[in-house]
């Protein structure tokens, strides 16, 4: 091998290794912003906790899906036939138990009171709205025109 293609390998070498090192660079950075926003998604969830609204983390939305077995399934499954509500993540369980005691379709205000949510404040019901929704497509509940929802069976 001449010494000009040594060089020339040596210099694409070095070019590779250029955009290697430029590309470790953007990922480090990319991991210490993620890593910021962790410190402060857990100072809020301590706050969160120490004011006493630790029953409310509990109600935020629950990843649609999980792996079981390397295979993807709902964690909020649809009802069918031999599918129970003890099938349901035990929070899923309260919001039925709730829709289930009550005499008539119930709101999802009401829900959150019985659960000690603050209904009074703006926004602290949405995710139990949603919860209380992704049971309804899912054929637990059944959403009326008025926004009230009902049991489905």
């Known amino acids: 091998m001449t010494d000009s293609a040594m060089l020339d390998r040596i210099a694409a070498r070095r070019a590779e290794l250029d955009l290697l090192e430029e590309e470790l660079v953007k990922r480090l950075a990319d991991v210490r912003v993620e890593r910021d926003e962790l410190v402060v998604a857990e100072r809020v969830v301590q706050r969160i906790s120490e004011q006493g609204f630790g029953e409310y983390l509990s109600l935020a939305?629950?990843?649609?899906?999980?792996?079981v077995g390397g295979r993807s399934v709902w964690l909020i499954p649809t009802r069918a036939a031999g599918v129970g509500p003890d099938a349901l993540p035990d929070d899923y369980q309260r919001i039925m138990a709730i829709a289930r005691e009550a005499a008539g379709p119930v709101k999802v205000k009401e829900v959150g009171t019985v659960l000690g949510l603050p209904v009074e404040v703006r926004g602290k019901l949405e995710p139990l709205r949603g919860k209380m929704n992704k049971l309804a497509d899912?054929?637990?509940?059944?959403?009326?025109?008025?926004?009230?929802?009902?049991?489905a069976f």
Request: proline fraction near 14%; charge should be positive.
């Open 138 to 151: 899912r054929g637990w509940l059944r959403k009326l025109g008025d926004g009230r929802f009902v049991i």
């Open 61 to 67: 939305p629950a990843p649609p899906e999980a792996q």
